[in-house]
């Protein structure tokens, strides 16, 4: 299977956002939250959500970097944590195998606890202080590593996060072999073309985590809808904005004259008692409002372009036959100007009136026996002839032409409309009803234009031009329009007097409540539809970020470079350990966001839910569980150092020798610590160390003991006489003596044997692994599972009695220091020179030993 070239295949399919990301990944390893950021817009845009073809992702082909060599020197400065107070540092040294022995409760654990903390391993425990002494001020401590050969000093404290140049340390220890045991888990190594679903995996989560970060920012602010209005159509369309059109919105938010008509309307039916009454006070109301639409009508039409073109019709045809009639009273006889004039007809007609008087029975003017009705003289042939023209003129055609059009002009102007006066406009508009005041405006400038039109004309326009007023049609249709609501209105009133169904009438009130509620609402409804709108964008955007197809096609790629490969270093690591017996096998179990998860499981069992943990021994689950360990994490690139606390707890006599030959193994590679309470283990790990060569043990095998002392543990011991060999252990035993002497030279002969006991004591011990080391040539040890020949059985035949009883003498000696004696038979120290002479007989007595055997050989 071509992986590299699978992937990009599939890679290609993805939209363009997706293949970014992992363009990202393959170049830069890991993504900041500014690719994050830059990844979220990507996917935003409609390209972004696309498949594309531009991108090579050439990076899948390139080789993985060598891994680095980690190694931990030492733990230092330890305060505060557990129980431990090191007095010195812990050194891990230079060698390989660091194998640290210690009692139970020494500080192992403790130490373990640690470098799991510190390295950010999942099942790290938090650590605690010493609960037997006060919380100290700071629980910290200082690490000191080695990458690639450059030492590192980290200053860590237990509040601090881990340190990422340790993070690719390993331990095992309990809680690591449950885990294996019981748990499923993903490989800790993946290579590196396959971690990229995971990192594509985890990217996408944090694109879908950025998107519903920036959705929980869309909060509604829209007003909660008031109970009252619960069962109204409105709560339905309130609770569904998101899902009206823009033309079902417009509707609901908009709020009529006619709405808020209706509104009142019900609200005044719900009010009365006496419909009949309400009837009539609506019609009376139509009655006024009926004066306002007549007043407007007449004006409108008097005021109008049309009328006032007219009136000036009649006015110029007034005024031209009066020219006309002018020019034609200029009689020959006449010896002034202006007959026929204005004032000239005016004078004329009062001389007709007054003519009556002095002569009734005459017809004007009287000529015959008369005098002037004006200056009263006698009138001359020339006077009464003057007076017959002037009276023949004032009947004649054009003068009646004259006054015939000027009447008419009169009458055009005296059927013009008056004029409502202000205070009688208010009065007439509270009486209909029209309170609104762009009404009143509205009314208010209409009158005032037809007052300026109405004066201009009645001056014949003489300072200023009549000006016609607005048109007046489409308000005279609105008030047509209430005036025709309130007969509808006053009709229903009539019908509610015969029955009116309240219940009905209450809710349709509700309901327009509701409706004007809302549309009262509008500004907060358009901002809380377009939070809807992104709502339900970042819904479908949410749904392009899912990890199902990346971990799809993860267990498929996984399947053959990962699975298989884990299945095969488990049972390799059985194998190992000596652990094929087992009934037990690695198996895939399912594949969390890209990542392929693993379980221990029972090999054949009937019972399909039957787990390891139930079924096999201690140390049978304990060995498994170290496979599954080893099988996890010693493929990944570069040495890292593994850390086993341990390890070989529950385990018999067997299983602990292939353990330790996997440790010695693994410290050929990398650096091991070994933490143990087993003397068994520790020998085992010194004889297998020899068996590398003695070149190698010198500079890999490094044993160390820790102890606790006074309740606080984690100190680091001396090299004691059990823990080095026979030569070292008699000449630290001599250098102890040497300490006592000097005690008892200082205090007296108490303060001597305190010391001397235990020199004895251990003088006793040493002598039995001179049995094992030197006599027996180490071909039989304690604590050892074989029995070693070659090279050494050869040694044996040099054995003389001389050498047995020496052995025996000093046995018998000495044994009364570890063994208990009869309370009747005192035991007594050895004085110093005593002592001093036993011990330095058994050192001359092995160099003797070697001597002999050398020249043998």
């Given amino acids: 299977m071509d992986v590299q070239a699978e992937i990009r295949t599939w890679l290609l399919k993805q939209n363009d956002w997706l293949q970014e990301a992992a363009d990202r990944l393959l170049k830069n390893g890991e993504l900041s939250p500014a690719d994050i950021t830059a990844l979220v817009a990507i996917l935003k845009t409609p390209a972004g959500q696309k498949p594309t073809k531009h991108r090579g992702f050439v990076e899948l082909t390139n080789n993985p970097k060598v891994g680095d060599e980690l190694r931990l020197v030492r733990i230092a400065e330890v305060v505060g944590i557990e129980n431990l107070e090191p007095r010195v540092p812990l050194e891990f040294g230079s060698a390989n195998l660091t194998v640290i022995y210690g009692h139970n409760g020494s500080g192992k654990s403790s130490y373990t606890r640690i470098l799991k903390k510190v390295s950010g391993k999942p099942r790290a425990v938090d650590l605690k202080a010493n609960v037997f002494k006060a919380a100290p001020a700071h629980s910290k401590c200082s690490i000191t590593s080695q990458l690639n050969g450059v030492e590192s000093l980290h200053e860590w404290s237990v509040e601090g996060d881990a340190v990422d140049t340790l993070r690719g340390i390993d331990i095992f220890d309990s809680d690591e072999a449950s885990h294996y045991l019981t748990a499923e888990s993903a490989a800790t190594y993946i290579p590196p073309v396959i971690s990229l679903f995971e990192k594509l995996a985890s990217a996408v989560e944090m694109v879908r985590q950025s998107l519903e ?46 709405d808020e008509l209706r509104l009142v309307e019900l609200v005044e039916r719900l009010k009365t008692e006496d419909p009949s009454s309400l009837a009539q006070q609506k019609r009376r109301t139509k009655a006024e409002l009926q004066k306002i639409i007549s007043a407007l009508q007449q004006a409108s039409t008097a005021f109008g372009i049309d009328n006032i073109q007219a009136l000036r019709l009649l006015r110029q045809d007034a005024v031209s036959k009066r020219q006309i009639a002018v020019e034609g009273a200029k009689v020959k006889s006449a010896a002034l100007e202006g007959v026929g004039t204005a004032t000239w007809r005016a ?16 017809a004007f003017p009287a000529t015959a026996d008369a005098r002037c009705v004006l200056c009263h003289q006698e009138l ?87 000006n016609p007023v607005h048109p007046v049609d489409e308000n005279l249709a609105k008030l047509t329009e209430y005036r025709n609501e309130l007969e509808a209105t006053a009709t229903q009133y009539d019908q509610d007097a015969l029955g009116f169904d309240r219940v009905q009438a209450t809710n349709q009130k509700l309901a327009l409540e509701a409706k004007k509620w809302i549309t009262e609402q509008a500004a907060a409804i358009g901002v809380e539809v377009d939070r809807l709108r992104k709502v339900k964008d970042y819904e479908s955007w949410k749904g392009l970020a899912g990890t199902r197809a990346i971990s799809m096609k993860s267990a498929e790629v996984t399947q053959a470079v990962v699975t298989e490969a884990y299945v095969e270093r488990f049972n390799r ?66 040495a890292a150092p593994f850390l086993f606390d341990d390890p070989i707890s529950s385990l018999d006599h067997d299983f602990e020798w292939f353990v330790a030959c996997r440790l010695v193994e693994l410290a050929k590679t990398r650096q091991v610590i070994v933490l143990t309470h087993r003397l068994s283990l520790y020998g085992i790990l010194e004889d297998l160390a020899r068996k590398e060569g003695e070149k190698w ?39 102890k003596l040497d300490t006592a002497r000097k005690a008892g030279e200082a205090g007296g002969g108490a303060a001597y044997r305190m010391l001397a006991q235990g020199i004895c004591s251990e003088f006793r011990k040493l002598i039995e692994r001179s049995v094992e080391e030197d006599l027996l040539n180490k071909v039989v040890l304690r604590h050892r599972r074989s029995i070693t020949t070659d090279n050494r059985l050869h040694a044996i035949h040099g054995i003389e009695p001389q050498d047995c009883k020496l052995i025996d003498t000093l046995m018998t000696k000495y044994s009364c220091y570890e063994h208990s004696q009869s309370s009747e038979i005192p035991v007594f120290i050895p004085d110093e020179p005593e002592l001093r002479q036993d011990l330095e007989a058994l050192k001359a007595w092995r160099e003797d030993l070697s001597k002999r055997r050398a020249e043998a050989a």
């Fill in 380 to 466: 001359s042939e020339d006077a009464q002839q003057r007076l017959k023209d002037f009276e023949s003129f004032v009947h004649s055609k054009l003068e009646s032409d004259a006054k015939t059009a000027e009447a008419e002009y009169k009458a055009g102007l005296d059927q013009l409309p008056g004029i409502t006066a202000e205070q009688d406009m208010q009065t007439q508009c509270q009486a209909a009803g029209v309170t609104d005041e762009a009404w009143w405006n509205y009314l208010k400038g209409f009158w005032q234009q037809a007052l300026s039109a109405k004066n201009a004309l009645i001056a014949h326009e003489v300072n200023q031009a009549a």
């Fill in 697 to 735: 043990k010198a500079a890999h095998h490094q044993p160390m003991c820790i102890e606790a002392y006074a309740g606080v543990a984690g100190h680091p011991a001396d090299q004691d006489v059990w823990n080095a060999n026979t030569k070292k252990a008699n000449n630290l035993l001599v250098t």
């Fill in 573 to 638: 690591e059985l194998l190992a350990l000596g652990a094929t017996r087992i009934q037990v096998e690695m198996v895939k179990t399912r594949t969390r966001n890209a990542k392929v998860l693993h379980q221990l499981k029972l090999k054949g069992a009937q019972n399909g839910r039957a787990m390891p943990d139930s079924v096999l021994s201690e140390g049978e689950r304990r060995i498994i569980s170290l496979a599954a360990f080893l099988a996890d994490v010693c493929d990944k690139p570069g």
């Fill in 347 to 362: 004078m004329w007609e009062a001389a007709r009136l007054y003519s009556a008087t002095p002569y009734p029975e005459t």
């Fill in 213 to 258: 970060s920036e959705q929980r920012a869309l909060v509604s602010a829209l007003p909660v809808l008031p109970p009252i209005y619960g069962t109204t159509p409105s709560k339905k369309l309130y609770s569904e904005l998101g899902k009206l059109s823009v033309a079902e919105l417009g509707t609901a938010l908009r709020w009529a004259a006619e």
